[in-house]
């Protein structure tokens, strides 16, 4: 079955730079969430968008703006990135309750 | 503030022992509670779901307890296995749209 995509698997970026992050969900699945997760740290809630609108934000930077597509793939994109950005940044889709979650994206900024 | 906690980074138990694994929250009303198994560099898994209407729920070696009043969930795991060994998370939802996590336990199982 298909799973959640998400490309890039790895990102190594400079201070400063831009990043662009992309997740596919699961299709017919109507709902994306975005986590960021530090080196032993749990997953924090960035955002999240329900039928291409986006429904609830966490602690985002406002350096950090998500969007989701027509086709319902949505991109985290990441502005005058910092040292602290480098994490895991996972995508998640769920249809009504269970999330599911892709293999993440795991950015390193030096 | 809203707060979720669980109840020891790190659990270590013998095999074939039953983990118990505690979620705490605060100044929350979630509609339901799910449980996430992490291992190392991947994404979580769902586990279970438990609603705020249900005091428990079974799946195989897996039991899930929600207690609405004391605003806890207990998370066993029997007859454990080194397999078991993984980040477990909980994972409050508020409504569809607003799922939050707390910091996971740490469950190493040993031989």
């Known amino acids: 079955a298909a799973g959640v995509i998400q490309s890039p698997r790895h990102l190594i970026k400079e201070k400063r730079e831009t990043a662009t992050l992309k997740c596919y969900p699961i299709?017919?699945?109507?709902?994306v969430y975005w986590y960021q997760q530090g080196p032993g740290q749990d997953p924090q809630f960035l955002i999240s968008f329900y039928e291409k609108m986006q429904s609830d934000k966490g602690s985002i930077p406002d350096r950090f703006s998500a969007q989701q597509f027509s086709d319902y793939h949505s991109e985290l994109n990441m502005s005058s990135l910092e040292l602290g950005d480098s994490a895991l940044y996972f995508c998640?889709?769920?249809?009504?309750?269970?999330?599911?979650f892709g293999q993440g994206t795991r950015l390193t900024v030096v | 503030s809203q707060k979720i906690e669980q109840n020891s980074e790190a659990l270590n138990i013998q095999e074939g022992k039953t983990a118990t694994l505690t979620c705490n929250y605060t100044?929350?009303?979630?509609?339901?509670l799910q449980w996430y198994r992490q291992d190392p560099g991947r994404g979580p898994v769902f586990l279970l779901l438990i609603r705020e209407n249900e005091k428990e729920k079974r799946k195989e070696r897996l039991k899930v307890t929600f207690d609405t009043t004391l605003k806890q969930s207990l998370f066993h795991i029997t007859a454990s296995q080194p397999a078991d060994s993984a980040t477990y998370l909980c994972?409050?939802?508020?409504?569809?749209?607003?799922?939050?996590f707390g910091a996971g336990t740490r469950l190493t199982v040993k031989p």
């Open positions: 998640a889709s769920a249809l009504n309750t269970e999330a599911f």
């Open positions: 100044n929350y009303s979630p509609a339901y």
């Open positions: 299709p017919r699945h109507d709902t």
């Open positions: 994972a409050l939802a508020i409504n569809n749209n607003d799922m939050r």
